[in-house]
């Protein structure tokens, strides 16, 4: 897979890892020396959209996140974390099946939802985009676990576009291991809640086009 992505498209990538790194990330995730920070929304952040739209189905949701890189003031890219070095190497070896240029990555965290066994199957955290500014995303799944990811209809107008009232779910995406979903960041999306397996987690990639 090479080039940029089309606006509304949606590309699934396999086996995105070696299988000796989704153990190293699955040790390195689950040690007591590597930081989980609370995130009272997940997915909405300083970088991310304002308002939320509505959905039946959106919850509030809370979960932990581990930032590794993002933008700073002037778009410069600011390193958040003891482990930027390694992810790093890791999304370079895997840039060509990405589709992306590691270069253009301003935005890097790992995602962890736990258990949310008070909400209906099929609830989701708050419909976004993850930055405010044209972008690529790339979420690569950990592991196997329920809460897929929500695609939604809706796609945001940089740089000033204003955030739909309501969205319209387009499609889900199993959290499958090892594979990677790549889109438009224009497209509003949303994550899923896991209610039958003990952990959610992925990486979520943001690349300047």
């Given at each position: 897979m090479s080039g940029t992505i089309n606006l509304c498209e949606l590309v699934l990538v396999e086996n995105v890892f070696p299988e000796c790194s989704i153990k190293m990330l699955d040790s390195l995730f689950h040690s007591d020396e590597f930081p989980w920070y609370y995130c009272k929304s997940i997915g909405l952040n300083e970088h991310s959209i304002i308002r939320s739209p509505k959905h039946k189905n959106s919850v509030p949701s809370s979960g932990f996140s581990h930032l590794f890189c993002y933008p700073d003031t002037d778009n410069k890219l600011?390193?958040?974390?003891?482990?930027?070095d390694l992810i790093y190497e890791m999304v370079r070896v895997a840039s060509d099946k990405l589709g992306v240029d590691p270069k253009k990555l301003v935005r890097c965290k790992a995602n962890l939802s736990t258990p949310q066994p008070s909400y209906p199957e099929g609830s989701f955290s708050s419909p976004h985009i993850d930055?405010?500014?044209?972008?690529?995303?790339a979420?690569?799944?950990?592991n196997n676990s329920d809460g897929d990811t929500v695609i939604f209809e809706e796609q945001h107008k940089f740089p000033d576009g204003k955030e739909p009232e309501t969205v319209t779910i387009r499609e889900t995406i199993p959290h499958k291991e090892n594979t990677a979903l790549v889109f438009d960041?224009?497209?509003y999306h949303s994550a899923g809640l896991?209610?039958?397996r003990t952990k959610?987690?992925?990486?979520n990639l943001d690349f300047e086009v």
């Open positions: 600011k390193i958040n974390s003891n482990y930027w930055l405010q500014r044209e972008h690529t995303v979420l690569i799944y950990l960041g224009s497209i896991p209610i039958n959610r987690i992925n990486l």
